[in-house]
């Protein structure tokens, strides 16, 4: 079988990918492009992802994806024996679909503001003002599914799914490890829950530590 290609660096949204892959066992190179020096936006690797972002996970058969979230629904759907979504017209199917795609069109967004107010103002003095405020409405997204979800230990109670490797991971941004504990202890604990996966585990432990 062909391999998957993943393109990502460490503790971005590429982890979740990976991760998932761990869970399928599925075969993949890991391809780096580091943050850090804006290697995302280098004419190269826009070529394979115009939007300049990770992670970008090309398929077997040479198709070209991008979005976190769309990738993970993609390898649930061509590897339906990992189990990483329940089946079609479960509800557990949908509670997942509801709070991945949550954190993804609300909390994603917060992120990118948190990490670059540059890009959202022309005065570089409302960066802090910026990123202070992104932070405030990303913690009140995981307020509301703290008190909503209530993850127990996974977000679907006893059942891991793809909406644990992917809040888990949004959780250790904008510093949310320090934030957590004292505010959404069952959120704070949804990591946890997936280091001790031995599939996903090994992979979150490289991430995140």
Partial sequence: MANYILYGDRRSGSSTVEMALAEIGAPFELRPVPLEGDHQLAEEYRRINPMGRIPTLVLPDGTVMTESLAILLTLADRHPEAGLLPPPGDSGRA?????????????YPHVTRYDYPERFHPDPAQADVLRQRAQEMGREIWTLVEREAAPDPFILGGRFSLADIYLSALTRWMRGDEWLPGHCPRLDALPRAVAARPGAGPVWRKHFG
Avoid: D, I, K, N
């Fill in 95 to 107: 509670r997942a679909l509801r709070w991945m795609t949550l954190a993804a069109a609300e909390f």
